[in-house]
């Protein structure tokens, strides 16, 4: 059984920076590719970004987030996280963590999801 369990979120101001995290409950975590997505009010979930399965593995990021945002991981902790700075108001959202078998972008190819982690971001 996995479950996810994201942290870090929270209101801040434009140009801030946050440190999500995501930690893995489970055995499997380095056989899982380890995904951001993200949903504001109104809108679609939508992919942030991704990182393979191994600490220094290949990293994938949406356009809108690439040179603000790092993901990471730590495979002896268990542990994802996404580096967000420059925050601007349009990153508003839930941001959740999800967990694949495999680098993509549509959320339906992802197997385990946590409950999310709110970010106001204002101006």
């Known amino acids: 059984q996995v479950q996810l369990v994201e942290s870090g979120g929270g209101l801040v101001q434009a140009g801030d920076s946050l440190r999500l995290s995501c930690v893995f409950e489970?055995?499997?975590?380095?056989?899982?590719?380890m995904g951001w997505f993200r949903q504001a009010p109104g809108k679609e979930r939508e992919f942030v970004s991704t990182?393979?399965?191994?600490?220094?593995?290949?990293?994938y990021y949406a356009d809108s987030v690439k040179g603000r945002f790092t993901i990471s991981r730590d495979n002896a902790k268990k542990t994802v996280w996404l580096q967000m700075n420059n925050l601007k108001r349009e990153d508003t959202g839930i941001y959740y963590c999800?967990?694949?078998?495999?680098?993509?972008?549509?959320?339906?190819?992802?197997?385990?999801w946590g409950q999310g982690t709110q970010v106001t971001v204002s101006s």
């Open positions: 489970g055995r499997t975590f380095s056989q899982y590719y």
């Open positions: 999800a967990a694949g078998r495999k680098p993509d972008s549509r959320p339906s190819q992802y197997n385990y």
């Open positions: 990182i393979s399965v191994s600490n220094n593995g290949n990293t």
